[in-house]
Nanobody, 114 residues
Framework: QVQLVESGGGLVQPGGSLRLSCAAS???????MDWYCQAPGKMRELVAR???????NYADSVKGRFTISRDNAKNTVYLQMNSLKPEDTGVYYC?????????WGQGTQVTVSS
């Protein structure tokens, strides 16, 4: 099973930026990779998705502000987060969807506050 480790979270002021990373223990080249956010007291929600082809999809709330990308050579997926808002606060999880297995990371906390 592929193990995922997220990093890059932290405390940032509104309008600031963060770059999250998700490092996989195995190949991600054929996998669908997602970033989810779970805000306090809410369900985990899909934020961004990148197909093996490189095609991307975003939640309406982050379009134009977040960018998902992948480096298959490094088995790593990134989430560049710009113009952050307090409502972006939450635990961000990386998800791997392979042909026969699904894996989640442990999450990284993002807090947007002045």
């Amino acid at each position: 099973q592929v193990q995922l480790v997220e990093s890059g979270g932290g405390l940032v002021q509104p309008g600031g930026s963060l770059r999250l990373s998700c490092a996989a223990s195995g190949s991600i080249s054929t996998a669908l990779m997602d970033w989810y956010c779970q805000a306090p007291g809410k369900m985990r929600e899909l934020v961004a998705r990148i197909q093996s082809s490189g095609s991307t999809n975003y939640a309406d709330s982050v379009k134009g502000r977040f960018t998902i990308s992948r480096d298959n050579a490094k088995n790593t997926v990134y989430l560049q987060m710009n113009s952050l808002k307090p409502e972006d606060t939450g635990v961000y999880y990386c998800k791997f969807q392979g042909a026969i297995a699904i894996s989640w990371g442990q999450g990284t906390q993002v807090t947007v506050s002045s």
